[in-house]
């Protein structure tokens, strides 16, 4: 089965910096899809970024930019320019190719990140 | 547009009792998926719809729970004898068509909790 491993529980930033999160997962697929959700305390999540494991360039989405590094299995989600509104739980999550099965996601257990005005 | 619509927002009912929560998808979308999202968790799947029947329900935890979609629109989840270790957010998702790379979306949840 695939894993998704956050291993920070907690990051804080400060309010304009750049902060990194951390997310690397097991798979022994080749195709297949990873995403950033963000989750405010509405309880929605909220798509932030997703990148194709066959595409070797990273995606970016105006302040949010991952570094996907599929030979180690990693990929981080860097925030620019920190923003109050940021600040949320954020999932590192896995899904896999068209078409059969759950096309379920697998996600981690989330980062906190607070943003320090 | 409305998005995905759950209901109620919060629940609170005895251990033993029944529950039913209801997810109201976007108009159109023909996948349909429920995710639980234990305390300190991400959420986890339980089970797929497309369309009216239930593609996959290998994550439902066991026989308690059951989940229905008779018209291919609205779901609703049904957990029988509820117990204390039910307390979670149930969310509810959806999307266009099959395939992981239409975008999910995601209602509110309902939170359940168990006394």
């Known amino acids: 089965a695939q894993t998704v491993t956050q291993s920070q529980p907690e990051m804080s930033v400060q309010e304009a910096e750049t902060v990194t999160l951390s997310c690397t997962y097991d798979t022994s697929e080749s195709d297949y899809y990873l995403f950033w959700y963000k989750q405010p305390p509405s309880r929605q999540m909220i798509l932030v970024i997703r990148?194709?494991?066959?595409?070797?360039q990273n995606a970016t989405e105006n302040r949010f930019s991952v570094n996907f590094q599929k030979a180690a299995k990693s990929f981080s989600l860097k925030i620019s320019d920190s923003q109050l509104g940021d600040a949320a739980m954020y999932f590192c999550?896995?899904?896999?190719?068209?078409?059969?099965?759950?096309?379920?996601?697998?996600f981690g257990k989330g980062t906190h990140l607070i943003i320090q005005p | 547009g409305a998005g995905v619509s759950q209901t109620p927002s919060n629940k609170v009912t005895e251990k033993g009792k029944y529950v039913e929560l209801r997810c109201d998808p976007i108009?159109?979308?023909?996948?349909l998926y429920w995710y639980r999202q234990s305390l300190g968790q991400g959420p986890e799947f339980l089970i797929y719809f497309q369309g009216t029947g239930a593609a996959d329900d290998s994550g439902l935890p066991n026989d308690r729970f059951f989940a229905v979609r008779p018209e291919g629109s609205v779901s609703t989840l049904k957990i029988q004898r509820t117990e204390r270790g039910d307390s979670a957010v149930y969310l509810c998702a959806s999307r266009f068509g099959q395939g992981v790379n239409s975008p999910l979306h995601f209602g509110n949840g309902t939170r359940l909790t168990v006394t």
């Open positions: 990148q194709e494991a066959y595409k070797q």
């Open positions: 999550a896995y899904g896999e190719g068209l078409g059969g099965g759950a096309d379920g996601l697998t």
């Open positions: 108009s159109g979308h023909t996948a």
